[in-house]
């Protein structure tokens, strides 16, 4: 019984994860002192999307370090998107904007597997890189 909670406890150590800034402001602010482009995600409760992209792709620990490298991870509330200019055509709804709040590309609506969104992370990167 002692092994399996090392064990348990080991792998909870090294679980891939960022966490979520659910400021606005809070992310403009890192993204100007990072230097680092902010990725909205506009979710909501109950949205199945959502928690796979939660639970499934941002659990993926490559993907999880380059959003931590490479992107100030903000998640919005469907209902806050207008407050901020933001339109969701779904949920998930993703933004990229720069470190004045202005966006980099048009909005990726939806979910998908780590490996694609990685690749999707990777062009945006390249692509509106300083």
């Known amino acids: 019984m002692k092994k399996l909670l090392v064990l348990l406890f080991a792998v909870a150590l090294f679980a891939a994860e960022f966490d979520w800034i659910e400021s606005y402001e809070k992310a403009l602010k890192l993204a100007k002192k990072e230097h680092k482009p902010i990725m ?4 909501q409760k109950n949205c199945i999307t959502c928690q796979y992209m939660d639970d499934v792709a941002f659990e993926n620990e490559e993907l999880a370090e380059y959003v931590e490298n490479n992107f100030i991870p903000l998640k919005i ?35 998908a597997t780590a490996k694609v969104f990685l690749e999707k992370l990777k062009e945006i990167k390249e692509k509106y890189a300083h």
């Open 77 to 111: 509330k469907l209902k806050d998107a207008p407050k901020y200019n933001l339109k969701a055509y779904g949920t998930p709804t993703f933004y990229f904007l720069n470190e004045k709040g202005e966006r980099l590309t048009r909005a990726l609506v939806g979910g």
């Open 40 to 43: 909205v995600m506009i979710s």
